[in-house]
Nanobody
């Protein structure tokens, strides 16, 4: 079955950096677009960044463009989100997402807290 496991979250000061990882299994990872979403308390889950199956195209939310970089390794079945110049408003649970056929698969999420 499809499994997505996020890691790399934590507490960081404003201006700091974190790198999130998503380990994928149970499907042909290299065939599917992948996404990172986040959900802050009492807010809707929002798309942060997406990457095509072969990494040929990426897209970012306006709020993170220029600060976050999405990437993937189709040999290791891994996806990453490098987050630089973090701001308090980036505080959220970050989720790995795999839209496969008519289903949306999610990881359990990893907490990112940006605070001094």
């Amino acid at each position: 079955q499809v499994q997505l496991v996020e890691s790399g979250g934590g507490l960081v000061q404003p201006g700091g950096s974190l790198r999130l990882s998503c380990a994928a299994s149970g499907f042909t990872f290299s065939s599917y677009r992948m996404n990172w979403y986040r959900q802050a308390p009492e807010k809707k889950r929002e798309l942060v960044a997406g990457i095509s199956s072969a990494s040929s195209s990426t897209n970012y939310a306006a709020s993170v463009k220029g600060r976050f970089t999405i990437s993937r390794d189709n040999v290791r079945n891994m996806m990453y989100l490098q987050m630089n110049n973090l701001k308090p408003e980036d505080t959220a649970v970050y989720y790995c997402n795999a839209p496969i056929a008519n289903n949306n698969y999610w990881g359990q999420g990893t907490q990112v807290t940006v605070s001094s």
